[in-house]
């Protein structure tokens, strides 16, 4: 499996239509369905477009689809800030 047909996967699972894809990511329109893999440049927008996906896994197959359930907020992880609230909230009074 190459790096379009894993990409085409995730895309699937989200339920994004490819062409929707190149618009929202900044790729050339077509690109998806040309047999050449990509750019560095083109890696560059779709990792900017779907930062919850591998690139690892996206280039190579190998590990998780995504980086991690856990939502990113402003380059803070989500879950960091709950588990501070959580362990504020346990606190005696």
Not at 44 to 55: C, D, R, V, W
Not at 58 to 71: A, R, V, Y
Not at 73 to 89: D, H
Request: no cysteine; net charge positive; aromatic share 6%.
């Amino acid at each position: 499996m190459n790096t379009k047909e894993r990409l085409i996967i995730y895309l699937t699972e989200k339920g994004v239509a490819k062409t929707a894809f190149e618009g929202i990511s900044g790729l050339s329109k077509g690109q998806m369905a040309k047999k050449q893999g990509f750019s560095v440049d083109s890696l560059e927008k779709i990792s900017n477009s779907l930062p919850e996906l591998s690139l690892d896994w996206l280039i190579t197959g190998k590990g998780e689809m995504l980086k991690s359930e856990t939502p990113v907020i402003g380059g803070v992880l989500y879950e960091t800030e709950n588990a501070r609230l959580r362990s504020e909230k346990k606190k005696p009074v």
